[in-house]
């Protein structure tokens, strides 16, 4: 058995995309479907830049995230956190796959993001790396949301 994949993550910080979404109770469902359909726009866009299929696998929600999860047609998954800050995180098992999402995620982001100093630092973020490295996880998001609930 292999172990060896390649991962892009993005990490919204400033949370300026449309589908990053605080969970906030019985609003929360409504926030959610908002949420979804600009996620879905997003994919949209994603499908067109990239010149891949994206095909929905499913959500869960764990510990006040939300996550919805997409297989690519041409090997790969990409799983969404939309709480509050949003990550993207994609994985493959060949480096080349990965190289052409980072491409075309910052294509995306570029296209949704407002320009200025906080876009050009996170686009610049977005790069492949490998199991050895540390991947944006769930206890990376934690610690993030806790500094940011601080402020």
């Not at 469902?29 to 499913?58: H, P, Q, R, T």
């Not at 910052?106 to 686009?123: D, E, I, N, R, W």
Request: proline share 2%.
């Amino acid at each position: 058995m292999k172990s060896t994949h390649f991962f892009v993550s993005f990490l919204d910080l400033a949370e300026q995309l449309s589908f990053s979404v605080k969970p906030s109770g019985a609003k929360s469902l409504g926030k959610a479907d908002n949420a979804f359909k600009a996620l879905s726009d997003f994919i949209k866009m994603m499908e067109k830049n990239c010149g891949n299929e994206f095909y929905y696998v499913g959500q869960d929600v764990i510990s006040e995230k939300l996550f919805h999860r997409f297989l690519f047609k041409d090997q790969g998954f990409v799983e969404f956190m939309l709480g509050t800050p949003s990550v993207i995180s994609a994985h493959f098992v060949d480096k080349k796959n990965a190289r052409v999402f980072a491409s075309c995620l910052k294509t995306s982001l570029k296209q949704v993001l407002p320009k200025g100093l906080q876009t050009t630092m996170a686009l610049k973020n977005i790069v492949v790396q490998s199991v050895k490295d540390e991947m944006i996880g769930f206890n990376t998001w934690n610690t993030m949301k806790s500094l940011r609930d601080l402020s």
